[in-house]
């Protein structure tokens, strides 16, 4: 008896530990690149915020003064809802608003067409990865793969207490796995949505460049400051 539920043990954990490691890798992927789609909006903000610095007054400070509405916008209004599972809607006001004032722009000479086609090209990134940031939010693993692993890992428990053994060593064997499987699932299940809990994605990003950069109000290029 005990060589053929090791046996069938065996085979289970395989394809247990398969799953497992694949919900796990994809959790982590899944994070990984909402991190780097963070970081590459913050730096199409910090990078746009820069092109349009060298645009003519006023229009300048109009559109410098939005873009640093709409960085202060991502940190205080979309990061909690963010967290709390909503999908922000005010910041993509100021995106709008940012759009029309920039559109009014006519440049007069072949510096400002290459200023005004890289700021448009930058812009075009931040929208962007904004709306995958905004897609990303209620990414998680489907409800139907938790539920295969929840019961993978009773199954697991079950196999285990069928061995003929004495009570101690089935306490300590069931005890151990359970322990690893309940682990492993708590671990995809704090990576599973990247912007909640302890773990998740944080506005870092947008802090560093609104302190850097856009606290800089009077940022002008051509002057030298």
Request: hydrophobic share 45%.
């Amino acid at each position: 008896m005990n060589d053929l539920v090791g046996t069938f043990l065996s085979y289970f954990g395989v394809m247990y530990g398969l799953l497992l490691g694949m919900l796990a890798v994809a959790a982590y992927q899944n994070k990984s690149d909402i991190d780097r789609i963070v970081v590459r909006e913050a730096s199409s903000l910090a990078c746009l915020y820069r092109d349009v610095s060298v645009y003519p007054e006023p229009l300048r400070s109009q559109l410098q003064e939005r873009l640093r509405g709409y960085s202060k916008a991502v940190i205080e209004d979309d990061w909690p809802k963010q967290r709390l599972g909503i999908v922000p809607e005010d910041s993509t006001k100021k995106v709008d608003l940012f759009q029309r004032s920039m559109m009014t722009f006519a440049p007069k000479t072949p510096a400002e067409e290459i200023i005004h086609a890289e700021a448009f090209s930058q812009f075009n990134t931040l929208v962007e990865c904004r709306r995958l940031r905004l897609f990303s939010i209620n990414t998680g693993i489907p409800s139907v793969m938790w539920y295969t692993l929840i019961v993978g890992a009773v199954i697991a428990t079950v196999i285990i207490w069928m061995f003929d053994c004495p009570v101690r060593t089935l306490f300590f064997l069931g005890g151990v796995v359970t322990f690893f499987n309940g682990t492993m699932i708590s671990l995809i299940i704090v990576m599973d949505n990247p912007f909640r809990g302890d773990t998740a994605t944080s506005a870092s990003a947008f802090a560093i460049v609104s302190d850097s950069l856009m606290d800089q109000s009077d940022f002008n290029p051509t002057q030298g400051n």
